[in-house]
C-alpha cells in the first residue's frame, strides 16, 4: 500500500515537472516571438526612415533648367508682362482723367493710383510664376532666398528706397494731390512709386525724391488730402502805419478774391521786424485757397491788390517803403 501511494506521488510530480517544462518552453517562443516582432518593428521604422530621407532628397533635388525655361514659356511671359503694362497704364490714366474733373476727385482719385499699380503688378507676377513658368516650391524657395541674398548685398539702396515706398503707403504722410515740403523743395506730389516720389514746384520743375531719403526728413504737408489751404502773403510795412486800417483793407482784398475759400477764416498777423537796419512791421495776410493749384496765383493777387490798395489810401509810398 505505500509502495502504490509512493509511486502515485512519483508520478504526479513527474507530471507536474513536464508541465512545468513545457509551460516554460512556450513562454520562451512567446518571448522569442515577442522580441522577433521587435526586430522587425525597428527595421520597418528605419525603412521608413530611410524612404522619408530619399523622399527629401528627390524633392531637393534642383530640377533641369528645361522644365521650368523654355521658349514658349518666355514668349507666354512676354506676352504678359506687355498685356499687363498696357493695362495697367490704361487703368492709372483713366483713373487720373476722371480725377482732373473737380478737386475733390482730383485729392481722392489720384491717392489710390500708387496702390493700384503695386496690386496690378503683384497679380501680373504671380500669373507669371504660377501659371506659366510653374517652378516646384522648393525650387522657387530657393531660388528666392538665394536672389534675396545677392540683392540685399547688391542693391541696399534700391531696398532702403523700396522699403521707404511701402512704410509711406502704409502711415500715408502724403498721398498725390498734396502740396508738401520736404527740406528746401515744395510742390504737389505728382506720383508714388515705390522707389521713388515726384514733386512739381513752383517753378514748373519735377524734382524726383528717393523715397529712403523720405523716411529721415521732416514732411510738411499743407492740405493733407482736402482741395484746399492756407496761403500766406507777406508785406513789410513802415513802423508808423494804422494796423487796424491795414487790417481791414487787407481782410477786403481776400474776401473779393476769386480764388478764396470762405468756409475757413481770413487772419491778419503784425510782427516787429528789422529790415535793411530800420524797425518795420512785417505784415502776414493768411487765407485759404479753395483749389491748391491756385495757390501761388492767390499769393501773388493778395500782394498785388493789398499793396496797390495801401499805395491808394497813402499808407505806402516811395519815400517810405521798406
Known amino acids: 500500500?505505500?509502495?502504490?501511494?509512493?509511486?502515485?506521488?512519483?508520478?504526479?510530480?513527474?507530471?507536474?515537472?513536464?508541465?512545468?517544462?513545457?509551460?516554460?518552453?512556450?513562454?520562451?517562443?512567446?518571448?522569442?516571438q515577442d522580441s522577433l516582432a521587435g526586430i522587425e518593428?525597428?527595421?520597418t521604422v528605419s525603412n521608413r526612415i530611410d524612404n522619408a530621407v530619399q523622399t527629401i532628397e528627390n524633392k531637393l533635388k534642383p530640377p533641369k533648367v528645361s522644365n521650368i525655361i523654355s521658349f514658349s514659356k518666355v514668349f507666354w511671359a512676354l506676352v504678359f508682362i506687355l498685356i499687363g503694362y498696357f493695362t495697367i497704364r490704361f487703368l492709372t490714366k483713366t483713373i487720373e482723367l476722371w480725377s482732373e474733373k473737380s478737386p475733390e476727385r482730383r485729392v481722392k482719385g489720384k491717392a489710390i493710383v500708387p496702390i493700384?499699380?503695386?496690386?496690378?503688378?503683384?497679380?501680373?507676377?504671380?500669373i507669371i510664376i504660377r501659371g506659366v513658368f510653374r517652378p516646384p516650391l522648393e525650387s522657387l524657395i530657393a531660388f528666392g532666398a538665394s536672389v534675396?541674398?545677392?540683392?540685399?548685398?547688391?542693391?541696399?539702396?534700391?531696398?532702403?528706397?523700396?522699403?521707404?515706398?511701402?512704410?509711406?503707403?502704409?502711415?500715408?504722410?502724403?498721398?498725390?494731390?498734396?502740396?508738401?515740403e520736404v527740406g528746401s523743395?515744395?510742390?504737389?506730389?505728382?506720383?508714388?512709386?515705390?522707389?521713388?516720389?515726384?514733386?512739381?514746384?513752383a517753378d514748373d520743375s519735377v524734382v524726383t525724391l528717393p523715397n529712403g531719403e523720405l523716411m529721415n526728413q521732416s514732411i510738411s504737408n499743407s492740405n493733407s488730402g482736402e482741395t484746399n489751404c492756407q496761403v500766406v502773403a507777406e508785406m513789410f510795412l513802415p513802423i508808423t502805419v494804422d494796423t487796424k486800417k491795414v487790417r481791414k483793407i487787407a481782410m477786403e482784398v481776400?474776401?473779393?478774391?476769386?480764388?478764396i475759400y470762405l468756409a475757413k477764416p481770413i487772419a491778419v498777423i503784425f510782427v516787429?521786424?528789422?529790415?535793411?537796419?530800420?524797425?518795420?512791421?512785417?505784415?502776414?495776410?493768411?487765407?485759404?485757397?479753395?483749389?491748391?493749384?491756385?495757390?501761388?496765383?492767390?499769393?501773388?493777387?493778395?500782394?498785388?491788390?493789398?499793396?496797390?490798395?495801401?499805395?491808394?489810401?497813402?499808407?505806402?509810398?516811395?519815400?517810405?517803403?521798406?
Not at 116 to 126: D, E, G, H, M, P
Not at 159 to 179: A, H, Q, S, T, Y
Not at 185 to 201: A, C, F, K, W
Open 1 to 32: 500500500m505505500k509502495r502504490v501511494t509512493i509511486l502515485k506521488v512519483c508520478l504526479v510530480f513527474v507530471v507536474l515537472l513536464f508541465h512545468s517544462l513545457l509551460s516554460a518552453e512556450v513562454y520562451a517562443k512567446a518571448v522569442i
Open 41 to 43: 518593428t525597428v527595421d
Open 116 to 126: 493700384v499699380k503695386i496690386i496690378c503688378w503683384a497679380i501680373l507676377a504671380y
Open 148 to 180: 534675396g541674398v545677392a540683392v540685399g548685398f547688391a542693391a541696399q539702396d534700391i531696398l532702403k528706397n523700396i522699403f521707404g515706398g511701402f512704410v509711406i503707403i502704409i502711415d500715408r504722410p502724403f498721398k498725390v494731390g498734396d502740396k508738401i
Open 185 to 201: 523743395t515744395y510742390g504737389e506730389v505728382l506720383d508714388m512709386s515705390l522707389r521713388s516720389t515726384r514733386i512739381h514746384t
Open 254 to 259: 481776400a474776401k473779393l478774391s476769386k480764388f
Open 272 to 322: 516787429s521786424d528789422i529790415k535793411h537796419d530800420k524797425l518795420c512791421y512785417k505784415m502776414r495776410l493768411k487765407a485759404y485757397v479753395m483749389d491748391i493749384r491756385y495757390e501761388f496765383a492767390f499769393k501773388s493777387e493778395l500782394t498785388e491788390r493789398v499793396i496797390h490798395e495801401l499805395l491808394k489810401e497813402g499808407f505806402i509810398s516811395s519815400e517810405n517803403s521798406i
